[in-house]
């Protein structure tokens, strides 16, 4: 599974858009780029993935550049229970492809949000 | 409510015990799989499994031991081989569209 890089920290305040960026240069074209977040002392959460066309739902927006080389998670109106350490991952994926979802997890970012 | 249930939250040992941590999930998943984080650190894979009978080690799999007897339980020994046991385990499960449901861990404390 292809490597990525996160920022180590990042501040947003309450009621502003999150912004978390992911650097994935190195991306196959049969890899999706998920997302993660772990509030502290407790699994991890599944927020979003894509492949390659933008994706929103309930919890976020994922936004994949052209290229794939880069991706952006974006929490539209972060509050206090958003503070979580966020994990960009790329894994070969979609629906029945026989194999088991090995996540490569990386340290992610700290995402940090203040009144 | 359907889930994965990791018990106890909280493990205490003394060295050279083996240990077992408990996962039980009822989501149906055929998949399910052990991680451990250490402090500061992102997770890493120590086993998984992909059916009931069948394991694969992960990346750091030496000192661990795992069976797969049931669908839904997946325990994860850690044995007295293991040299720095001290570290919060999470186990979890994956379906046919492959999000990875985590249960909230157990934290295992070895002195």
């Known amino acids: 599974d292809a490597k990525t890089t996160q920022p180590p920290s990042m501040d947003c305040a309450e009621g502003r858009a999150a912004n978390l960026p992911c650097n994935h240069s190195t991306i196959s074209g049969n890899e999706y780029v998920y997302w993660y977040r772990q509030i502290h002392s407790q699994g991890p959460q599944y927020i979003i993935h894509g492949l390659k066309n933008n994706e929103t739902n309930e919890m976020a927006s994922l936004i994949i550049t052209e290229d794939r080389k880069s991706s952006t998670l974006i929490l539209p109106h972060a509050t206090l229970r958003d503070t979580a350490v966020y994990y960009c991952?790329?894994?070969?994926?979609?629906?029945?492809?026989?194999?088991?979802?090995?996540?490569?997890f990386g340290t992610g970012t700290r995402l940090q949000v203040t009144l | 409510d359907g889930g994965i249930t990791q018990s106890p939250k909280y493990l205490f040992r003394k060295e050279g015990q083996n240990v077992t941590l408990s996962c039980e999930q009822n989501?149906?998943?055929?998949?399910m799989y052990w991680y451990r984080q250490d402090p500061g650190q992102g997770l890493r894979l120590i086993y998984y499994?992909?059916?009931?009978?069948?394991?694969q080690k992960g990346d750091i799999a030496e000192g661990y031991s795992v069976s797969r007897e049931k669908k839904e339980s997946f325990p994860l020994t850690v044995t007295s081989a293991q040299k720095n046991p001290t570290a919060f385990y999470l186990c979890a499960s994956s379906g046919r569209d492959h999000r990875v449901h985590f249960g909230n861990g157990t934290r295992l404390t070895v002195t």
């Open positions: 991952i790329v894994r070969v994926g979609g629906i029945n492809t026989g194999t088991a979802s090995k996540l490569t």
């Open positions: 499994s992909q059916i009931v009978n069948d394991f």
């Open positions: 989501l149906n998943h055929d998949a």
